[in-house]
């Protein structure tokens, strides 16, 4: 039952999925209105939402991007389908683009998008390496990614997340390894948050070279 809830999570199928993807956008609601305060997001940005699932996040981010373009781009068919019609009258007006598609592959030329949002997924990406060379290729120089996840490796929440991280074959990374992660793919984490209440991490980073990495990251993890 747990393992099928979280391949669902992981990639939504079907009636059920589409219910699931709908009930994250009211789950994941708090966690992603406290990430986004952490990243500053232009009212004339081009964002794109990897993962975007029901389309709650595309709202917000068109929201804060109000003169803005903002695209979402999942692999579930069923995760776009409803956050088109989430996301139905922006899309009309041009303001909002949901694509399918993996976050290995991602149909956008180089430099593209001045933030990158990523909300509770990068746990099911299948090399996260690739995914975010992926992303560093679609992002600007100026450009800013927002990981935020509702579980980290090291939470008071730990031994919880370890079950659901096992049962669902997914990872989960503590404060430290999502440094080491980023460096090794050519980012800077600029500042990671948590909130050691929920167990909510916010992760931000730019693109840097890995010479000027280290001793820049700023950590808000008391
Ligand atoms: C737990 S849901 C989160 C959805 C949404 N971001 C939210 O916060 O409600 C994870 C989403 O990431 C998507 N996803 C997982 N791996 C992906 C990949 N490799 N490429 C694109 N989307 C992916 C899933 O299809 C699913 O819709």
Redesign the pocket.
């Known amino acids: 039952m747990l393992g099928r809830l979280l391949s669902q999570?992981?990639?939504?199928r079907g009636r059920f999925g589409r219910f699931l993807?709908r009930g994250?956008?009211l789950g994941?609601s708090g966690l992603?209105r406290w990430g986004l305060t952490k990243v500053e997001i232009r009212e004339n940005a081009t964002v794109l939402d990897?993962?975007?699932?029901?389309g709650?996040?595309l709202e917000r981010l068109a929201s804060l991007a109000s003169l803005g373009k903002v695209v979402g781009?999942?692999?579930?068919e069923d995760?776009v389908a409803v956050a088109r019609k989430r996301n139905q009258r922006l899309i009309a007006t041009g303001r909002v683009e949901v694509l399918h598609g993996?976050?290995?592959l991602m149909p956008f030329p180089d430099a593209t998008f001045d933030c990158v949002s990523a909300?509770?997924?990068y746990y099911?990406?299948?090399d996260i390496a690739a995914?975010l060379a992926e992303v560093r290729r679609v992002m600007k120089p100026s450009g800013q990614m927002v990981i935020i996840a509702g579980m980290y490796s090291g939470s008071r929440f730990n031994k919880r997340n370890m079950r659901l991280i096992r049962a669902g074959d997914m990872r989960c990374f503590s404060v430290q390894e999502f440094e080491e992660t980023l460096q090794d793919a050519g980012f800077s984490a600029v500042a990671v948050s948590v909130e050691p209440r929920k167990g909510w991490i916010c992760v931000v980073s730019e693109l840097g070279s890995k010479d000027h990495i280290g001793g820049k990251s700023q950590r808000d993890t008391a």
């Open positions: 999570s992981g990639k939504p993807v994250m956008n994941h992603t990897i993962g975007c699932g029901g709650r996040t781009i999942d692999y579930s995760a993996s976050v290995s909300v509770e997924t099911f990406w299948p995914g």
